[in-house]
């Protein structure tokens, strides 16, 4: 099984910043894709963002130019800065490992951005 923990959720104004961190259990970290997804109230689940293990992004459109996936081999761990935040925001954050055709998923931590 795959370990994910998230943490450094809260409440925040619009406009502001915040860091999600995502450490993660297990070998194989460095050559794994990591992702970080979100669910709103009555919405799905969507991905905002990948990180490969080489360092390629990509983004959900609406995120693009505010929030940035980042990933510390060394710390097994990755990020999700999040900056000029917006009420559109707010939903659980998860952790994603993508690895053998499957995906796994941490218990979230809930991001509120407040108008």
């Known amino acids: 099984q795959v370990q994910l923990v998230e943490s450094g959720g809260g409440l925040v104004q619009a406009g502001g910043s915040l860091r999600l961190s995502c450490a993660a259990s297990g070998s194989g970290f460095s050559i794994t894709t990591m992702g970080w997804g979100r669910q709103a109230p009555g919405k799905q689940r969507e991905l905002v963002a990948t990180?490969?293990?080489?360092?390629?992004?990509n983004y959900l459109d609406s995120v693009k130019g505010r929030l940035t996936i980042s990933r510390d081999n060394a710390k097994n761990t990755v990020y999700l800065q999040m900056n000029s935040l917006q009420p559109d925001d707010t939903a659980v954050y998860y952790c994603?490992?993508?690895?053998?055709?499957?995906?796994?998923w941490g218990q979230g931590t809930q991001v509120t951005v407040s108008s």
């Open positions: 990180i490969t293990s080489g360092g390629s992004t």
């Open positions: 994603a490992s993508f690895r053998a055709g499957k995906s796994y």
